[in-house]
């Protein structure tokens, strides 16, 4: 089995900056990718940005490009997402996203999810 934890979340005013962490763990035999998503509420999930831990690139939706920065730790299994200039639209719950192969499926990677974290942005 394999388990992402996020942390990090928290409420911050319009303008400033959090960082988000995830954990991945298990039974890991190679992460190919990790990132992030958020719900606000109402709103569907969206794609925030993915970090390919092979090719060591990053993308980002347009709504948080040049304000939000995805890095990873690959010894550690861990992929962050340091958020600035928040603004009170980035409200959400933020989800970390892996695409892991385990041990018992070493040619097949498969989507795992992290519980969520709160994210508030407001004054």
């Known amino acids: 089995q394999v388990q992402l934890v996020e942390s990090g979340g928290g409420l911050v005013q319009p303008g400033g900056s959090l960082r988000l962490s995830c954990s991945a763990s298990g039974s890991i035999f190679s992460i190919h990718a990790m990132g992030w998503y958020r719900q606000a509420p109402g709103k569907e999930r969206e794609w925030v940005g993915t970090a390919t831990l092979s090719g060591g690139s990053t993308s980002y939706a347009d709504s948080v490009k040049g304000r939000f920065t995805i890095s990873r730790d690959n010894v550690k299994n861990m992929v962050y997402l340091q958020m600035n200039s928040l603004k009170p639209e980035d409200t959400a719950v933020y989800y970390c996203?892996?695409?892991?192969?385990?041990?018992?499926?070493?040619?097949?990677?498969?989507?795992?999810w992290g519980q969520g974290t709160q994210v508030t942005v407001s004054s």
């Open positions: 996203n892996a695409l892991i192969a385990t041990v018992r499926e070493t040619l097949r990677a498969r989507d795992y």
